[in-house]
């Protein structure tokens, strides 16, 4: 069966300062893989999602996230977070044939301004 | 342009009781459906989905149920709640068939039993 791990619950970061966030799955074949946001008090929303080609993807909001598929890994990146991207961060899998998401427990990250 | 609407928006039940949960998805054909549990800590659980009329995965054992009646209508149902039945319930639809399918996610029910 898929599952997505998510390596931090809850991480604190200031302003400015560059972000990753860990994300691993398990499933032997071809997956799409996404990122979602959640904003205090807001929907789910689609932050990037990586299904072909270059493996290197960038979302909204200056976040990007790179698929290495050698390490079964999709990992959230931003160079400089602002107090507004303080949200929850869910990663997510599917395999080609779209059958549903599965999600990781998701990361909260707190940004100090 | 597609809209998913999720009612009630928040719930507060006995042990016990009923629950539904209805959704309706709008702009769009045969989309497939899911529900959701967000659990304090637990993260994002999927709960059923659906690619069709009166067609249902489960993908948890639980004390839930999930129906289609019409091809936009996605209902979550118990006939007897219990506290671990709390959480926020949501709902979500894909295009069907392809690749890459994004999910669009409703605003969410937010269920107390008590």
């Known amino acids: 069966a898929q599952s997505v791990s998510q390596h931090n619950h809850h991480v604190i970061l200031s302003e400015a300062a560059s972000l990753e966030l860990g994300c691993n799955y398990s499933?032997?074949?071809?997956?799409?893989l996404f990122w979602y946001v959640q904003y205090p008090g807001q929907h789910l929303q689609l932050l990037l999602k990586?299904?072909?080609?270059?493996?290197l993807v960038k979302g909204i909001k200056g976040f990007e996230a790179e698929f290495i598929k050698s390490k079964f890994s999709f990992n959230l990146r931003k160079p400089s977070v602002q107090w507004s991207d303080t949200a929850e961060y869910f990663c997510?899998?599917?395999?080609?044939?779209?059958?549903?998401?599965?999600f990781g427990k998701g990361t909260t990250l707190s940004v100090s301004s | 342009s597609q809209t998913i609407h999720q009612w009630p928006a928040t719930l507060v039940q006995p042990v016990g009781s009923p629950l539904s949960l209805e959704c309706t998805v709008e702009g769009t054909s045969n989309p497939n459906l899911y529900w959701y549990r967000q659990a304090a800590g637990r993260g994002l659980q999927l709960l059923f989905y659906?690619?069709?009329?009166?067609?249902i995965s489960s993908e948890v054992p639980q004390n839930l149920s999930a129906s289609r009646p019409q091809d936009r209508q996605f209902i979550l149902s118990s006939k007897k709640l219990l506290l671990s039945d709390s959480g926020f319930y949501l709902c979500a639809w894909s295009f069907t068939g392809g690749i890459g399918n994004t999910i669009y996610f409703g605003e969410g029910s937010w269920l107390t039993v008590v």
């Open positions: 499933y032997g074949g071809t997956v799409n």
């Open positions: 990586y299904f072909s080609g270059d493996p």
């Open positions: 659906s690619v069709g009329i009166g067609q």
């Open positions: 997510a899998v599917n395999n080609q044939a779209g059958t549903a998401l599965i």
